[in-house]
């Protein structure tokens, strides 16, 4: 089993709408998460990076949030613009040796 | 800076042969990674490189699979024979703390 999930698998959303996509892990102990940004045929493109002791960090429209507790992350997008479409990956690092566990990431089209 | 550049872009090539990726770090960064991506698994970390000295290449699916980084401005990932389920998008990053910058990637076909 994936020890990082995210969902949903895909989403599609209007331009202008606000949306979150969800990361649940289950990495112990924990050292960092990063949210990325794939645009297609491109290589992914840092967003955001936690610490066990951050629980939230924006980047433009992007907001992270970080629950160490429940061990779950969020990505909220503000005011979605067609630019947004992309892949939002999840990468979740261990804590003893910094092994990085990567999610399957969230597909996200935004339509006019 | 011109960011991480690797090369080829594309490579195609038959099962049975040699195939090298490139790579170029952002200067001054002490960091390097070599990950590879497919619709199945998703984006997997391969080996990672601290100061051109591998740190951890438990990633490495075989050892038809080798990287090396002689110097602080280059790597090379060589795959030797290369198989058609090795066919995937190979990316190259580098960093120096924290965020990770990445490479275009080489879209790698084998036959």
């Known amino acids: 089993k994936n020890q990082v999930e995210q969902s949903p698998q895909s989403l599609i959303i209007l331009e202008g709408k606000n949306c979150t996509l969800q990361?649940?892990?289950?990495?112990?102990?924990?050292?960092?998460l990063r949210w990325y940004k794939q645009d297609t045929g491109r290589g992914p493109v840092s967003l955001t990076i936690?610490?066990?002791?951050?629980n939230t960090k924006s980047n433009r429209r992007y907001t992270a949030t970080l629950d160490a507790d429940t061990k779950q992350s969020s990505l909220h997008i503000t005011a979605s613009q067609l630019s947004d479409s992309a892949s939002y990956i999840c990468?979740?690092?261990?804590?003893?040796?910094?092994?990085?566990?990567f999610g399957a990431g969230t597909r996200l089209t935004v339509k006019p | 800076d011109a960011g991480v550049i690797q090369s080829p872009r594309h490579e195609v090539t038959e099962m049975g042969q040699e195939v090298t990726l490139r790579c170029k770090p952002i200067?001054?960064?002490?960091?390097l990674f070599w990950y590879r991506q497919t619709m199945m698994r998703g984006l997997e970390l391969l080996i990672y490189?601290?100061?051109?000295?591998?740190?951890?290449d438990s990633g490495m699916p075989e050892d038809r699979f080798s990287a090396k980084m002689p110097n602080a401005s280059f790597s090379t990932l060589k795959i030797q024979p290369s198989e058609p389920r090795d066919s995937a998008v190979y990316f190259c990053?580098?960093?120096?703390?924290?965020?990770?910058?990445f490479g275009p990637g080489t879209r790698l076909t084998v036959l």
């Open positions: 200067s001054g960064h002490n960091s």
């Open positions: 936690m610490t066990f002791s951050e």
């Open positions: 990468v979740v690092s261990e804590g003893n040796n910094n092994d990085m566990r």
């Open positions: 990053a580098s960093s120096l703390g924290y965020t990770q910058y």
């Open positions: 490189f601290n100061n051109n000295v591998p740190i951890d």
């Open positions: 990361c649940n892990y289950t990495v112990s102990p924990f050292s960092n």
